[in-house]
């Protein structure tokens, strides 16, 4: 090779890995990191985007050299060098791959360790994923439950996560970590927050008809306000099962001597804790889903289903196939609310829809 | 014709005759299919009913075992029979008298023939082609429905079933019936003729596996017309959304990809037979040009690997339709289970989609550097790598699936270690080029476009390989990113550098080389600013297959909407090239590019059974500027003195 070509690759070579590190740097395209595992995967993003950049630049600068230097028009009809090959040259570019993959692999391998790795007084939180919402609760606070994940800044938290029906998945970007959730089992994922904000929380794995819907947030807050939140949240979820502590009987009382705003009110958690509005619309509960049919318009429904408003009601839930509203598919609600929601819970919601229904039925 | 044409025996029954409309139905041909495809669908109805009313069972027509026996599997075979693909297997079966082997289903008189079964393989090649043309355009259209709908927040068009189906539509029809077939169709018009021999193998083997490509694409886009819509769980089809939460048109996804995967697995067959056992004298292993060794050890993925997605998809189906447990964890099924199975084969299918690319490259970049390919036995040894590690690395594809984490380690390694055999391919390319003569027709410019692309989704498949990273992006728009630039920027070009590189030998006339080379810069300027931009969606946290996103993403999805149009502008030059140039191309001459492998010394196109005579090889096919260098002996006929005419 001579003397010339050298300077030229190399100059081509500066040339198309200044470009490549310029669209490295320029947009933002990675999310800020607001947990230490973010923190340590962007370091590996960035150690392996370096490798990227300097093959690149070889080829590209190989590539463009030899286009500019070694073409020839079609009437051209000599030959090139009958060269075969180079055994010297073979065995370098297996050897450096290879070393630069070897580096890749160990500090990836020792991320990912740091990464699980729990530490002490790691917070547990309680996932349940279905078609199409989270519900996040907290077992050391007497279950308080969530639509959102609310974390304490600075504490090792582990989710354990459990879906209902399909594959679900849960990815914070900010986070970096993201975990899929499966039916029969309990998958894990470990997060320890370090920047107090609010961020996106999506469903990555494709799960059905609202997928594309199935997001909520994740809120990272400073420790003492979370425990305030938390110790409020046990507060004010006690009235509805009573005040768990003490007796079951005072629970059954409280259910069955529920007065109709009460009821309501009791209907309406429901509603929102079991992601109904995430397919639905009902004006009550400021829900505007259109994946399932239109939860304003039941008098209507219950009518061509041909059937009275409160049983056409509580079917619907309990089995969502017995009557299909024309025009929205079949098999798309979860079969699964007649097993997961208690006997009071189903009651409240179905007298709490049929109220609604009822009032939008008069207007 | 010596060697090939032999004598008949007496055995052999007289051709049918009779009245014109008695042979136009009972003869094989499209109308027989027609009237047989529905006669099969009928029996098949008919045996679900009987069984169902002999058992009691209720509703007597359950609308899903009714559609799969009768119209998914019966109907089908009653088809195939109908346009004679089974017909001298059952009059040799049943003890008739077999029709004589008059060569009438062999070759391509008018355009007619290509409608029927046909049993030459330079007809079948292009039948793949123009079929799988077909499916791409209709693949390509489904993923500008895609954008049309992504060009902005929220929805506009279609609701989200009907979206989930558009890009699972999109994707199946992309490798099931593109790029995978694409490769099966250009590898069965050059093969044989590479290798010296008068066809395939198992010629009648070889119509039935084309036959059954339409089936399979017919039945994946017909299920947008199901009531529910198409299937919608991406062509990944985890469980248990497609086994137990989907509308009927789940199991035209399952169904349809049995018959292409049957359609591989008989290729595949067909070819290692016939690479193993007709190679012309002299042609030894060392000595079989590259593409034939891409298409071995592509073939051997195939046969290995294919039966895995076969029972992934039957296991999918049956918890559908006959309420097993395969992956029903209710019933003690496992969900990952499936992803295990699926990726068994679709993480080698990646490499089926990719070797054979590997080929067609060291073929054009060679002939058109003018030089030999640089390190031509580790080219040959690095695809035997890639095949035996492709096998150990399927689980990459499920490091956030909640598998045992222990696994993430082992499988991150094998994956990053298969970066090795490729990066040997794209260096040797490179150093073949280096100090060459350049000529940089189209082939050759879709070849160094792939060669850039593909580094680039190399890369970003080691970025992928490394688990934290890929913890991070899986799901994203990085993964859509990162497969477009490996099976767009990857296969798909060396699918087009294949097609125009063998485009003369196919149809005897030249493609407008102006119009190849305004393809080529449409495809790659658009083809980049369509999918690099994905990159960083990706890595922003936009999750894949989704109908509606953020608003912060509006801004690059509009712009990626806007140059996905652009790419498909791009596709009717070629198409307006191929068609043009296939009727009123200029004539083309036996060898156009001066290449030495086996089939540029026939004419354009190759005479019905290639080779007058068996040629002898005895050298290498790349021989590139070696003074007095042969790869092989042909007889003096007139193919050989066509070559030497100057070009």
């Known amino acids: 090779m001579r003397r010339g070509s050298v300077v030229a690759l190399l100059g081509l070579a500066l040339i198309a890995g200044g470009v490549a590190t310029a669209v490295a740097i320029w947009p933002t395209w990675l999310p800020v990191a607001a947990s230490r595992e973010a923190g340590r995967i962007h370091f590996v993003i960035w150690f392996v985007v370096v490798i990227c950049i300097a093959i690149f630049a070889l080829v590209a600068a190989v590539m463009v050299y030899s286009v500019l230097r070694f073409r020839v028009q079609d009437d051209d009809f000599e030959d090139g060098p009958s060269v075969h090959g180079h055994t010297g040259l073979e065995i370098t570019w297996t050897a450096i791959p290879f070393v630069l993959v070897t580096a890749i692999a160990i500090v990836s391998a020792i991320v990912l360790s740091r990464n699980d790795a729990q530490a002490e007084n790691t917070l547990r939180v309680d996932v349940v994923a279905q078609q199409f919402e989270f519900t996040f609760s907290y077992p050391d606070a007497k279950n308080v439950t969530s639509p959102v994940l609310r974390l304490p800044e600075g504490r090792s938290v582990e989710l354990y996560m459990r879906a209902l029906d399909v594959i679900h998945s849960v990815f914070v970007p900010q986070f970096s970590q993201k975990e899929d959730i499966v039916p029969g089992l309990v998958t894990q994922l470990h997060i320890t927050p370090d920047r107090v904000g609010t961020f996106p929380l999506e469903c990555t794995e494709l799960c059905g008809l609202g997928h594309s819907l199935m997001r909520s947030q994740a809120i990272v807050m400073k420790p003492a306000a979370f425990d305030a939140w938390l110790r409020q949240q046990e507060k004010s979820a006690a009235p509805a099962p009573a005040t768990t502590t003490t007796s079951t009987t005072s629970t059954s009382t409280t259910s069955t001597s529920t007065t109709p705003s009460s009821s309501s009110a009791a209907g309406l958690s429901v509603f929102n804790s079991n992601g109904c509005s995430s397919c639905h619309t009902l004006s009550a509960a400021n829900a505007t889903g259109t994946v399932g049919p239109d939860l304003d318009k039941l008098v209507s429904y219950a009518k061509k289903a041909k059937q009275p408003l409160t049983p056409f009601v509580h079917d619907s839930i309990v089995d969502p196939n017995k009557y299909i509203e024309p025009g929205f598919p079949k098999g798309v609600m979860p079969e699964t609310f007649g097993q997961s929601l208690t006997k009071t819970q189903l009651d409240a919601l179905v007298a709490f829809l049929v109220q609604s229904a009822q009032k939008s039925g008069n207007k | ?647």
Request: proline content about 6%.
């Open chain 2, 1 to 647: 014709m010596t060697t090939t044409a032999t004598a008949h025996d007496t055995h052999h029954a007289p051709s049918p005759t009779g009245g014109g409309l008695r042979r136009l139905l009972l003869g094989p041909g499209l109308l027989r299919g027609a009237w047989m495809f529905v006669l099969f669908g009928g029996i098949g109805f008919g045996i679900v009913v009987l069984i169902r009313w002999g058992a009691g069972w209720d509703p007597l027509l359950a609308t899903e075992p009714l559609v799969l026996v009768s119209a998914l599997v019966a109907a089908p075979v009653g088809f195939l029979a109908g346009i004679g693909a089974f017909d001298y297997w059952t009059y040799y079966a049943l003890g008739y008298p077999t029709r004589a082997e008059d060569h009438s289903g062999h070759g391509a008189q008018s355009w007619r023939d290509y409608f029927r079964v046909n049993t030459d393989h330079k007809v079948i090649g292009v039948q793949y082609l123009v079929t799988t043309i077909f499916f791409f355009l209709a693949g390509g259209m489904l993923a500008l429905l895609v954008r049309a709908e992504l060009a902005k927040p929220g929805t506009q068009y279609f609701d989200q079933q009907t979206f989930n189906g558009l890009f699972s539509v999109h994707a199946s029809l992309m490798i099931f019936l593109f790029i995978i077939p694409a490769f099966a169709g250009l590898a069965n018009f050059v093969v044989p003729l590479m290798l010296g021999a008068a066809d395939m193998a198992f010629p009648r083997l070889n119509a039935l596996s084309f036959w059954l490509l339409p089936i399979a694409g017919i039945m994946m886009l017909s299920s947008f017309f199901m009531p529910g819509g198409a299937f919608a769980c991406g062509w990944t089809g985890y469980a248990t959304l497609c086994s137990q939460h989907q509308p009927i048109g789940a199991i035209f996804f399952n169904q349809g990809v049995q018959w292409a995967g049957a359609s591989s697995i008989m290729t595949a067959l067909n070819f290692l037979v016939t690479i193993i056992t007709m190679r012309a004298p002299g042609m030894t292993f060392w000595r079989l040009p590259l593409l034939v060794w891409a298409n071995f050890t592509t073939s051997l993925l195939v046969v290995i690997a294919t039966p895995f997605i076969a029972g992934s998809q039957f296991f999918s189906m049956f918890d559908h339709v006959m309420h097993t447990s395969f992956f029903n964890p209710v019933g003690g099924g496992y969900p990952l289970g499936y992803q295990h199975i699926f990726w068994f084969y679709s993480h080698p299918a990646v490499y089926i989609m990719m070797l054979p690319g590997f080929g067609i490259m060291s073929e054009v970049i060679a002939v058109f550097s003018r030089k030999p390919i640089f390190g031509y036995r580790l080219m040959a040894l690095s695809l035997m790598a890639i095949v035996v590690l492709g096998f150990s690395v399927w689980a990459h594809h499920m490091f956030v699936s909640g598998m045992s984490s222990w696994l993430r380690v082992p499988m991150m390694i094998t994956t990053l270690l298969i970066a090795v055999p490729t990066g040997i391919k794209i260096f040797s390319w490179l150093a073949t080029i280096w100090e060459g003569k350049l000529h940089l027709r189209t082939p050759m410019l879709f070849a160094l476009g792939f060669l850039s692309m593909f580094v680039i989704g190399g890369l970003s498949g080691v970025m992928l390989g490394a688990v934290p990273i890929d913890i991070h992006v899986s799901q994203t728009y990085f993964i859509v990113a990162h497969i477009h630039y490996v099976l767009f920027g990857g296969s798909v070009f060396t699918i087009f550098a294949g097609i125009y590189y063998w485009f003369p030998k196919m149809t005897g006339r030249m493609y407008d080389e102006r119009l190849g080379k305004l393809h080529f810069w449409l495809t790659f300027v658009g083809f980049n600013l369509t999918f690099f931009p994905m990159h960083i969606l990706g890595t922003d946290g936009m999750p894949r297959r989704v109908a509606d996103y953020l608003p912060k993403y509006a801004d690059l999805n509009m712009f990626i909407s806007l140059a996905s149009f652009g790419l498909g502008i791009s596709v009717i030059v070629f198409l307006y090239n191929m068609i043009t140039s296939w009727r009123f191309g200029e004539i083309a001459p036996a060898n156009p590019w001066r290449a030495m492998t086996l089939e540029w010394q026939v004419t354009s196109p190759p005479p019905i059974f290639n080779f007058d005579e068996i040629p002898q090889v005895v050298g290498s096919p790349y021989e590139y500027g070696v003074p007095g260098a042969q790869h092989a002996v042909l007889a003096p006929s007139k193919a050989r003195e066509m070559e030497e005419v100057p070009v």
